[in-house]
């Protein structure tokens, strides 16, 4: 889960990290207020979670609580990536001697979290992974000692020469590690760490990424979770238990698994269509879901047929096709379903579809090809088998 | 012969009272495996289904039954735990099935089982089966038939998909391991490789890939340098958008890497045929087989 660049500055100000004062602005009115009560001279930052804000045009300097609310006004409502800014963060505008990186990810090679530094600061640091691989240095932490103080100073004298700024560094490090864990984090970043003319060092950007399997241990941090950030029927879905990633095709695809919804995609990619969707009703099905993903296959307009590919393992296939039916009866489906279903309980499963006209296949490539074909023809629903 | 598991596995199962642990012991049962013990805290000196002892502690039931394998099925906030517990009683092998357990849990449980010289496989995984001798886990018993094929994947339902093709089309398997989709597993695509090409029976395998993280990539290497059986491979998630999670926890693209098409050509690169769609795999398997 992503969190907003204010909610991890508060997280790591929590851990004692070294985080100038800011303020959270939803008006241009509000902006200029915070402007005024930081200073007057700040720096305006988009909230949204899109990487490269600053190229996109979503941080800009203001020099006087005036400036602040005209920067404010063009930043809100404007489109990154696709996502609208609701939200603007304000900080005092500082003056910077140096600038560099530091964050911490899960590395899924040696299984434990990595600590990285870079002199390279304020820029992307995958670039700099890629372009000048010798400018990054990395240590690999055992989570059972955690970060210790001679790996600490160690990534420190890979930044600064000064021994009081490498000791404060060390400090930040290990104070970043602590965070990291507390919140169950996938990734804790501050980009850019900055030297101040008088060599203090500040945190001015915070960037914190979330394990959604640790959520149930954070009830405080999933309340975090900006729904505006995602699609509304990504939020319904994950409140009804699916995994639902919208895409950009006709085809929506309904499966049990990811790997399987994903070959899914795949395939219908193969055979020369588009997926609208990603979209798992997880393992132990039951019809509700089903309706559910319906719902929320149907919301999308550019959906020309419905796909369902089951494998029934602990999926039961006749949940499934009770869950079609069901969904039949609450709503007008406008677009042709095509099924495929196969594995436990598929027999019933096909009683029941065949008692509503539905007919259905037991092979992948079948599907997809008739899905596209329907879709491409536009039939609705059940018309193909009367 | 096959890899981890065959007919004289002795498996305990933790949490075998809960719905999918009582639902998938009998189910194991019936197809032979020999599961000799639950393992359910306050409930030893039971017996389920008239049957099989249940202990109250993992190393009672090692100390009574022998087991050297168990299978979690115990809810996320307390696998961590069965996992430590099952480590310390010394079993050898031990199968995950949870999903949603938080990876910097499972960093400290890797580093916990392996100072015990104990394997896990998963966590969020389908689990393992030798066809015809013994499974552990929710892999359906009934598509599998025992052969030469041997099968290596983190999914689950794209896994029961490619072992009912290779059945239909009577490629029968060795053993077929799902590894599982988080980004932090105990067992990888290289540990069932090496010991596929240990195993005389195992003469091709198929590795079931998807996006996220560079597995597939080393273990690509690992084939080219290590390995004189035939791999083919397949890899989900072509179409998948960079930076979102697609259903398990480790397969997104992050920045450039995992990516599908990088991982294909990781394959082509080190003499991996690779599939298309799934129904493919059937023809290079056969053409790997001569």
């Known amino acids: 889960m992503k969190i907003h660049e204010y909610q991890a500055r508060e997280i790591f100000r929590q851990h004692g990290l070294p985080v100038p004062p800011d303020r959270v602005a939803e008006t241009a009115e509000q902006a200029e207020a915070a402007a005024r009560e930081l200073g007057g001279s700040v720096v305006v930052k988009a909230q949204v979670h899109v990487g490269g804000r600053g190229k996109a045009g979503g941080v800009k300097l203001a020099q006087t609580p005036e400036e602040a609310r005209e920067v404010a006004a063009a930043i809100l409502g404007m489109s990154l990536k696709g996502l609208t800014v609701g939200k603007v963060l304000l900080a005092p505008a500082v003056d910077i001697a140096s600038e560099a990186y530091a964050g911490i990810v899960v590395d899924r090679a040696s299984q434990r979290p990595v600590m990285m530094v870079s002199a390279a600061g304020g820029v992307d640091i995958e670039e700099v992974a890629r372009e000048t691989p010798e400018r990054i240095h990395k240590v690999t932490i055992d989570p059972r000692y955690g970060l210790l103080n001679h790996q600490a100073m160690g990534l420190g004298f890979s930044l600064y020469e000064d021994l009081q700024q490498v000791r404060q560094a060390a400090g930040i490090f290990r104070r970043l590690y602590s965070a990291f864990i507390a919140v169950d984090a996938s990734l804790a970043e501050i980009n850019p760490l900055i030297a101040l003319p008088d060599g203090t060092l500040e945190a001015i950007d915070a960037k914190v990424n979330i394990d959604d399997n640790a959520l149930f241990k954070h009830p405080e941090l999933a309340e975090l979770r900006d729904p505006s950030a995602d699609a509304p029927a990504e939020t319904e879905a994950r409140e009804k238990g699916l995994s639902y990633v919208k895409l950009d095709g006709s085809i929506g695809c309904i499966v049990n698994g990811a790997g399987l919804a994903m070959a899914t995609m795949d395939l219908i990619k193969y055979y020369g269509a588009e997926p609208a969707n990603f979209l798992d009703i997880g393992g132990s099905s039951n019809p509700e879901k089903v309706v559910a993903a319906m719902q929320i296959i149907l919301s999308d307009p550019n959906v020309e047929a419905i796909l369902f590919n089951i494998f029934g393992g602990i999926t039961r296939c006749d949940d499934v096709a009770n869950g079609i039916v069901q969904a039949l009866d609450q709503m007008d489906v406008d677009v042709p379903i095509v099924i495929r279903l196969t594995g436990t309980n598929e027999k019933e499963a096909l009683e029941i579809l065949e008692s509503v006209n539905l007919p259905a296949t037991n092979s992948m490539d079948e599907v997809v090809r008739k899905a596209i074909e329907l879709a491409t023809a536009k039939t609705p629903a059940g018309e193909g088998a009367q | ?290």
């Not at chain 2, 339902?157 to 799902?178: D, K, M, R």
């Open chain 2, 1 to 290: 012969m096959s890899i981890l598991i065959d007919r004289s596995t002795k498996l305990a199962v933790q949490g075998i009272t809960g719905r999918d642990g009582s639902f998938h012991a009998r189910r194991m049962s019936d197809y032979g495996t020999q599961v000799v013990a639950g393992v359910v805290p306050g409930k030893g000196g039971q017996l389920f289904d008239d049957s099989i002892p249940i202990f109250d502690t993992v190393a009672m039931a090692v100390q009574e039954t022998g087991a050297n394998a168990t299978v979690i099925y115990v809810p996320p906030r307390f696998a961590a735990d069965a996992i430590y517990e099952a480590a310390d009683a010394g079993v050898e092998l031990i199968v995950a099935i949870t999903e949603g357990i938080p990876v910097l849990e499972m960093m400290r449980v890797m580093a916990f089982v392996r100072e015990r010289g104990a394997r896990i496989v998963g966590p969020n995984c389908p689990g393992l089966i030798t066809p015809g001798e013994s499974k552990i886990g929710i892999l359906p018993g009934n598509i599998c038939t025992p052969g030469k094929v041997g099968v290596v994947s983190r999914s689950g339902t794209l896994t029961y998909e490619v072992i009912h093709h290779l059945t239909a089309n009577g490629l029968g398997q060795s053993t077929c391991v799902g590894i599982g989709g988080d980004p932090i597993v105990g067992t990888s695509f290289i540990d069932c490789l090496e010991q596929f090409e240990a195993d005389p029976d195992t003469e091709a395998v198929v590795m079931i890939g998807e996006i996220g993280g560079t597995d597939e990539q080393e273990a690509a290497r690992y084939v080219d340098s290590e390995m004189s059986t035939p791999v083919v491979g397949f890899i989900a998630g072509q179409t998948a958008p960079p930076g979102r999670r697609m259903g398990h926890a480790g397969a997104i693209i992050s920045g450039s890497e995992g990516t599908a098409a990088e991982k294909m050509t990781a394959f082509r690169d080190h003499g991996i045929a690779v599939a298309e769609r799934p129904a493919d795999i059937v023809r290079l398997v056969e053409g790997a087989l001569g």
